[in-house]
C-alpha cells in the first residue's frame, strides 16, 4: 500500500498520533513539532495527540489504554535519503526493512510491543532529519516539510467528509473509507 493510501486508511480511524524527540537537538524535534503544528489546526481531538519527547516508553501504558485502533509514532528516522524524505509504514515492517531506524529505536520498540498486546496496530510516520546536533533548532528544511506534511494531512481530513472534522474525531460520513 502506498504511504498516501495509507495515510488516509490511517485517517478515517481513530488513531493516536504520538510525537516523539528532542526539540534541543535540532531536527530530532520534527514529532513534537508537527504534533503541535495538528493541534494548532484543531485537526484531530485532543485526546488522540500526544508529545512524549525522547522517552516513549513512559509512556507506553497511557497510550495502550487509548481508544484508538492504531497508534502512529512521529519521529525522526536514520535513512540513507535526503533531509525531509518522508516514510510511513507499520513500524514492525519498517523496522525490518533494516534502513530505518527511529532515533529511539530500542525504546521505541519495546513501546510498541506494550501497545500491540492490547491489540493496537503501531505504525511509524517518519522523516529524515538534516541535522542533530544540540542545541540547534528544528532546521528550515524540516520545517517546511513538516508544515507541507501537515498542510497534506489538513486536505485528508477535509476530504473525508468529517462532521466537525479535527474536534470531536468521529468516523467520517458520506464517503466510503479509503
Known amino acids: 500500500m502506498e504511504s498516501l493510501d495509507?495515510?488516509?486508511?490511517?485517517?478515517?480511524?481513530?488513531?493516536?498520533?504520538?510525537?516523539?524527540?528532542?526539540?534541543?537537538?535540532?531536527?530530532?524535534?520534527f514529532g513534537p513539532y508537527f504534533i503541535e503544528k495538528i493541534r494548532e489546526k484543531s485537526l484531530l481531538p485532543e485526546e488522540n495527540l500526544m508529545t512524549v519527547e525522547?522517552?516513549?516508553?513512559?509512556?507506553?501504558?497511557?497510550?495502550?489504554?487509548?481508544?484508538v485502533?492504531?497508534?502512529?509514532?512521529?519521529?525522526?528516522?536514520?535513512l540513507e535519503a535526503p533531509p525531509g524524505t518522508?516514510?510511513?509504514?507499520?513500524?514492525?515492517e519498517l523496522e525490518e526493512v533494516g534502513q530505518i531506524a527511529s532515533t529511539h529505536?530500542?525504546?521505541?520498540r519495546l513501546t510498541a510491543?506494550?501497545?500491540?498486546?492490547?491489540?493496537?496496530?503501531?505504525?511509524l510516520l517518519g522523516m529524515v532529519?538534516?541535522?542533530?546536533?544540540?542545541?540547534?533548532e528544528l532546521s528550515p528544511k524540516i520545517r517546511q516539510a513538516t508544515d507541507?506534511?501537515?498542510?497534506?494531512?489538513?486536505g485528508m481530513i477535509k476530504d473525508l467528509n468529517w462532521p466537525g472534522a479535527g474536534d470531536r474525531g468521529l468516523k467520517p460520513t458520506g464517503r466510503k473509507n479509503q
Do not use: Q, W
Not at 481513530?14 to 524535534?29: A, M, P, S, Y
Open 113 to 123: 510491543r506494550v501497545i500491540e498486546e492490547t491489540g493496537k496496530k503501531v505504525y
Open 69 to 78: 485502533g492504531s497508534v502512529v509514532f512521529v519521529d525522526a528516522v536514520i
Open 54 to 67: 525522547d522517552v516513549p516508553e513512559n509512556y507506553a501504558f497511557p497510550i495502550s489504554r487509548r481508544d
Open 6 to 29: 495509507l495515510l488516509r486508511k490511517l485517517l478515517a480511524e481513530k488513531i493516536c498520533l504520538v510525537g516523539i524527540g528532542n526539540h534541543l537537538r535540532g531536527d530530532d524535534g
Open 148 to 154: 507541507e506534511l501537515v498542510g497534506l494531512l489538513e
Open 105 to 108: 529505536k530500542l525504546s521505541l
Open 129 to 136: 532529519p538534516e541535522t542533530m546536533e544540540f542545541g540547534r
Open 86 to 92: 518522508v516514510v510511513l509504514g507499520p513500524l514492525e
